[in-house]
């Protein structure tokens, strides 16, 4: 092996485990982290771990602070964003249910997002909780929205405001999802 | 004609419905074009010169402050519009209300790509795990450490007893024939229609006896030595002392009513606000 593939290779094994174990509360390094730990090539590391993770259908997210993904980034924006490993194709619901997640819980997510994106990405906490209490549980609603926020899909401000959080970002193609809805016909 | 101190008042009104007005519609997410800026900055103007003490000119450089806030909502409305992401939310509401819980989950699940995460133990982890169990001390010997001294028996007479609070000096029956008597005696001399209000009755000097007279009432109504009168729609409750202690019949429906005497409610009641 090359010098400069066992270094790289070296690189790659020491990023899939920053990546992979959760190390704080959050999942996911920031890139401030993996620059003190991979050096300043880390986008390059993180653009071969890409290539090699994708045969196993996952992916590196680089999710922005400024809440939009963006073309060309710059060192100091791409310190500041968060990078994660999910997954690169879809999932069926079937597989959504061995990974925690209840078909009522998921239905409740996906409305509270669709509601709060229609909205501007802010809606009144009030207004999702009668949409949700449309199909959920009245008891679940409350229960679901403050799971949702504990999982850092949505947050909330001091006025009840709802937003959408970073997992969101990292999660969830926004666009399609609002397309997917709209072209959605009942079968 | 319209004095200087009305229309005063009158700009002071008009600056505070155009300050709330502005807030709805930050805090609602409703249609920030619903605020004609133009005609309220020409209000602002109108009141300007008006304003002489510190406080009308904060209420007038709030006014302003929201005005910016409400324009650049504007801003992000047209700018929203513009994208691909902007949706009548009215559509997409509806949309979401006639879809079957699982067609969500289908679509959902055809855009999510969840984080992949995960949770091990490391090796730092487990060497401090090692240390931590070499450090512990062995359950025969933690519990030789926490062993109980040997307990020594004695006596004990009446009155150490109840300077130990272990004891009562009369018996509970007892004192709640007492209370019974100052029940009818209280409420022949306060109450009305033979009954007293609740609070006129439980309420005392200090909240600590107010909880003890409420905790004592509560045992007169349960074994029968009065009864409650409760009006639900006023929101009042009465105490009707029975004359003679009224048996408990067996086949009759025991309800538990909670009162909450909290000690808000017996500040209220001091001050004469709650009746």
């Known amino acids: 092996m090359s010098k400069r593939k066992a270094y790289y290779a070296s690189k790659l094994k020491r990023a899939t485990h920053l990546l992979f174990y959760k190390k704080h509360k959050k999942p996911g390094v920031k890139g401030w982290e993996l620059h003190k730990a991979l050096g300043p090539d880390y986008p390059k590391v993180l653009k071969l771990l890409d290539d090699y993770v994708k045969t196993l259908d996952l992916q590196v997210k680089t999710v922005f602070e400024e809440d939009r993904p963006m073309e060309k980034p710059t060192t100091g924006q791409l310190d500041k964003a968060r990078f994660l490993i999910t997954l690169r194709g879809e999932i069926t619901p079937k597989e959504a249910k061995m990974i925690g997640w209840r078909v009522d819980d998921l239905a409740g997510l996906a409305i509270a997002i669709t509601y709060i994106i229609s909205k501007k990405g802010k809606a009144p906490r009030k207004e999702v909780e009668d949409l949700l209490r449309d199909k959920l549980p009245g008891w679940k609603v409350g229960l679901n929205v403050d799971r949702y926020i504990r999982y850092g899909y949505l947050t909330q401000d001091e006025n009840e405001q709802l937003y959408l959080d970073w997992r969101t970002r990292a999660e969830v193609d926004q666009n399609a999802l609002v397309d997917l809805i709209l072209s959605h016909e009942k079968t | ?275």
């Not at chain 2, 070499?134 to 009446?158: C, F, H, I």
Request: include cysteine; glycine fraction near 4%; charge should be negative.
């Open chain 2, 1 to 275: 004609m319209q004095s200087k101190k009305e229309h005063e008042h009158l700009g002071r009104e008009k600056l505070q419905r155009i300050i709330n007005t502005c807030k709805s519609v930050e805090d609602r997410s409703l249609d920030p074009f619903l605020v004609d800026i133009k005609g309220n900055i020409n209000t602002v103007k109108e009141y300007f010169p008006e304003w002489k003490i510190p406080e009308d000119l904060c209420l007038d450089a709030e006014t302003v402050h929201h005005f910016a806030s409400v324009t650049r909502l504007q801003s992000e409305w047209v700018k929203h519009r513009s994208t691909n992401l902007y949706t009548d939310p009215f559509l997409l509401e509806d949309k979401i209300r006639r879809m079957e819980k699982i067609d969500i989950v289908k679509t959902f699940a055809k855009i999510w790509r969840p984080t992949i995460e995960l949770e091990q133990i490391s090796l730092r982890s487990m060497t401090e795990a090692l240390e931590y169990w070499d450090s512990l001390l062995p359950m025969k010997e933690r519990w030789k450490e926490n062993a109980l001294g040997e307990n020594q028996t004695g006596t004990a007479t009446r009155e150490e007893l109840i300077n130990q609070r272990i004891l009562r000096d009369i018996a509970f029956s007892e004192e709640l024939e007492t209370f019974w008597h100052e029940l009818k005696k209280t409420t022949a001399e306060k109450g009305e229609n033979g009954k007293i209000h609740y609070w006129n009755f439980v309420g005392a000097e200090t909240y600590s006896e107010t909880v003890q007279r409420a905790f004592m009432t509560s045992f007169l109504i349960t074994y029968g030595y009065a009864t409650l009168e409760i009006h639900p729609l006023e929101e009042e409750i009465f105490i009707v002392p029975n004359q003679e202690l009224a048996p408990r019949t067996a086949n009759k429906q025991l309800v538990s009513i909670p009162i909450a005497v909290s000690a808000e409610d017996w500040q209220k009641w001091k001050k004469g606000e709650l009746q």
